[in-house]
């Protein structure tokens, strides 16, 4: 049973780039959501997608933005790249609605780093 | 808004001491409470959770109980391992249809032999 699976791993951009990360989730799941991690940080919320709609929003810039497809994979999307966009970006995967357990599985994440 | 306070670290200990985290929290009504583990290269994987006042959740060693009235979710574990060296972190969520996740800073634990 394949987990949640991101790419690419690491990543180097130059400021005002932009950048897509992909995110495969755990079989069975229909709920995508990402999270930036910035160094010695814990994880913030970024969005969520269940059925290729945006659900909920963190605190974010429009720079980010996301899409997910028919078969519930996901991407992020960052334009305009700042310094401050280096971070770990995390895709977490689970079940939308009543039989959501609360818990969320995350993949390893994509490390982003703007120079 | 809703908030997550824990300890800071690094917490550096010797092999089979005991362990205590402290976790804090600021929400309106009944949230979730976890701890997520995150070993070096790895994703953040579930260690154990907590849904409602006085649960207790535990997993591989690990304890913690939701505390209502001090508004706390503290991980404990008696007798560590080097292989327990990683960063904690504690989260809640107020559940719901989108199970959006708040988690604190995080707390490297180092075991050493």
């Known amino acids: 049973d394949a987990g949640v699976t991101q790419s690419p791993t690491h990543l180097i951009k130059t400021r005002g780039q932009q950048v897509t990360l992909r995110c495969s989730p755990k079989?069975?799941?229909?709920?995508v959501s990402w999270y930036q991690q910035a160094l010695g940080q814990g994880p913030q919320f970024i969005f969520q997608?269940?059925?290729?709609?945006?659900?909920q929003r963190g605190n974010f810039p429009d720079r980010f933005s996301g899409h997910q497809f028919p078969n519930y994979s996901s991407e992020l999307n960052v334009n305009a790249l700042l310094l401050g966009d280096s971070a770990l970006y995390l895709c977490a995967s689970s079940l939308w609605g009543r039989r959501n357990t609360g818990e969320l599985f995350f993949g390893e994440g994509s490390r982003l780093t703007v120079l | 808004g809703d908030s997550v306070t824990q300890m800071e670290g690094p917490v550096t200990l010797s092999e089979e001491a005991f362990l205590t985290i402290n976790c804090t929290y600021t929400a309106t009504g009944y949230p979730s409470l976890f701890w997520y583990v995150q070993y070096p290269g790895e994703g953040l994987q579930l260690l154990l959770k907590a849904t409602k006042a006085d649960d207790k959740g535990s997993n591989k060693g690990f304890e913690a109980t939701y505390r209502k009235e001090t508004t706390s979710f503290h991980l404990e574990k008696g007798s560590v391992q080097v292989s327990d060296s990683a960063v904690y972190f504690c989260a809640l969520t107020r559940g719901g249809a989108t199970n959006k996740l708040i988690f604190g800073t995080g707390t490297l634990l180092a075991v050493q032999p």
């Open positions: 079989s069975g799941h229909d709920t």
């Open positions: 997608y269940y059925e290729e709609e945006e659900r």
